[in-house]
């Protein structure tokens, strides 16, 4: 009788440690699947006043502090039926089919890299006017973003 008292002693706390280590690792798992996604915030966007009355560029930040990477794959606004993505090598502009936005990591479209170019203007855009965009991502779906007109020669700090 005293071996199965001790056996069951001993028994009871290692199937107790299993089972909080089962818990654990559920846990665990469950933690790493929520961060094996995209998590994306947009910041930074502003809209110079174009020079021309039916063109445009567009430049902003994907920041992503998800565990998946996600691509922006097209962008759309209510300004423009003819928005292209574009990256820059050198001097040459070449259009982009999608741009990658890194896991733990961020797209930054700027002036003289990856912009946004925006053609066939329903309207020039005003300073102070705010222009409505949807960015387009393979795997977070739309993003809606109100972007300022800044002036022509505008450049963010930082």
Request: positive net charge.
């Given at each position: ?23 654990t ?11 094996d ?79 946004l ?38 450049r963010?700090?930082?």
């Amino acid at each position: 009788m005293r071996k199965t008292t001790t056996a069951t002693a001993v028994t009871l706390p290692l199937l107790l440690a299993g089972g909080m280590l089962l818990v654990t690792g559920c846990q665990s798992e469950k933690n790493a699947l929520a961060s094996d996604k995209p998590e994306l915030s947009v910041s930074g966007a502003y809209l110079p006043q174009p020079a021309m009355p039916d063109m445009a560029a567009a430049y902003l930040t994907v920041k992503n502090t998800g565990g998946k990477a996600d691509q922006l794959t097209s962008v759309t606004s209510p300004l423009s039926g003819d928005i292209t993505m574009h990256t820059t090598e050198g001097s040459q502009m070449k259009h982009a089919a999608e741009l990658d936005v890194p896991a733990k990591g961020e797209l930054k479209l700027t002036r003289g890299g990856t912009h946004l170019m925006l053609g066939k203007l329903g309207h020039k855009p005003k300073v102070g006017e705010k222009i409505e965009f949807t960015l387009h991502f393979a795997t977070s779906g739309a993003v809606k973003v109100r972007v300022p007109v800044e002036s022509t020669t505008f450049r963010p700090q930082g």
